[in-house]
């Protein structure tokens, strides 16, 4: 025997996104501006009540994306950042080890950790040579184990987006008992028209489960609070899971004034959409091989040149997410910040 479960020997790490004191880092998908002063101001109120313990229901921060959001409160739950309620939803479906969950590959880097940690048995289904989900094979690669299917759009590395019919054809193809799991981290930077809206889709399908955060369009990555919406029933299966009092009382009152502020922040984005076209525009010209990118990222695809060009950046003092041997993911950021990123892959290339 072991004093710890073998299998963890293999876990790969979550690499998180390096800070370099003086360089500008673009390797965590992060928004460059803070919180919005109501933000901050309804962060201070209730930093206050710091001695007593949060609000284990969420209750008031659940009421109001209700009302956001156009759904019954019974239909949501939230956690502590999208990444937890990743790891929940194993908890959720998953409990032999023969049982399984689905997803692309090379997709969001948690999806194989928290699998694991649920004892569950990963399948992963390779993205096409677009960089795109491939939702028929991973339609092909649903079977009889199969509990859960993680579909990510746009896609956390490489940028792209699942297409509405394209996950109304997997919806079909998977039985009623496996559940979808729709990670939208990004899609407050979606404008293709033929993106899926996992939204739209939740009232007709009951096993599917849509993923939002606060951490990226609405600047609070350290407050750690995101939300899934989906049916009664995996809804209040999530909170079952959920670690209690893990959505703390500030990141509560977070999320409520960032929903207040909503018209705000969402506005803010348009520069990231204006710049993610003049990046990869930039990074096509100087030879690179980037997919179109409807997030607030560009995937440079590079191979086995990965690592020399994340470390020819640090030289740069650009900080970058390498993901060796595949490619290298580059947040989009303000002008200055990418203008600064460009010109280290300039120099790269040339
Ligand atoms: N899903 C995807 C695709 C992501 O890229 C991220 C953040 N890197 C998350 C979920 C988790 O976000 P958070 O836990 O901060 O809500």
Request: negative net charge.
């Amino acid at each position: 025997m072991t004093l710890i479960r073998p299998d963890l020997d293999t876990l790969p790490a979550y690499v998180p996104g390096k800070t370099i004191p003086g360089a500008i880092k673009l390797a965590s998908n992060e928004v460059a501006l803070p919180p919005t002063p109501k933000v901050l101001a309804a962060m201070a109120e209730a930093a206050a009540t710091g001695n007593r313990y949060p609000d284990l229901a969420v209750t008031g921060l659940t009421a109001r994306l209700a009302e956001a959001r156009g759904v019954a409160p019974e239909r949501i739950a939230v956690g502590c950042g999208s990444v937890s309620l990743c790891q929940q939803l194993v908890q959720a479906t998953c409990r032999e080890p023969t049982d399984e969950v689905v997803f692309a590959w090379r997709s969001f880097e948690a999806y194989p950790i928290v699998s694991q940690i649920g004892g569950a048995t990963i399948r992963t289904v390779p993205i096409d040579a677009e960089f795109r989900h491939d939702v028929d094979a991973m339609a092909a690669a649903v079977g009889p184990n199969t509990r859960l299917v993680f579909v990510c759009s746009p896609n956390n590395p490489t940028g792209t987006v699942v297409t509405r019919a394209e996950l109304e054809r997997l919806l079909a193809a998977v039985p009623s008992d496996v559940l979808v799991a729709l990670d939208e981290a990004y899609h407050e930077y979606v404008t293709d028209p033929d993106a899926v809206d996992g939204m739209a889709l939740i009232d007709e399908h009951p096993n599917l489960v849509v993923l939002r955060t606060f951490s990226k369009a609405y600047r609070l990555a350290a407050v750690r609070v995101g939300y899934a919406i989906g049916s009664p029933e995996v809804a209040t299966a999530l909170r079952k899971v959920c670690s209690p009092f893990s959505v703390s009382t500030i990141a509560q009152a977070a999320a409520i004034a960032a929903l207040d502020d909503e018209e705000a922040l969402l506005s803010g984005c348009a520069s990231v959409i204006e710049e993610r076209v003049r990046v990869r525009d930039a990074l096509v010209d100087a030879g690179f091989t980037v997919p179109p990118t409807q997030s607030n990222f560009v995937w440079l695809a590079l191979g086995e040149r990965t690592a020399p060009f994340a470390a020819h950046c640090l030289d740069h003092k650009v900080v970058v997410r390498p993901f060796h041997p595949d490619g290298v993911r580059v947040t989009v950021s303000t002008p200055e910040e990418n203008d600064a990123f460009l010109a280290a892959a300039r120099a790269f290339a040339g």
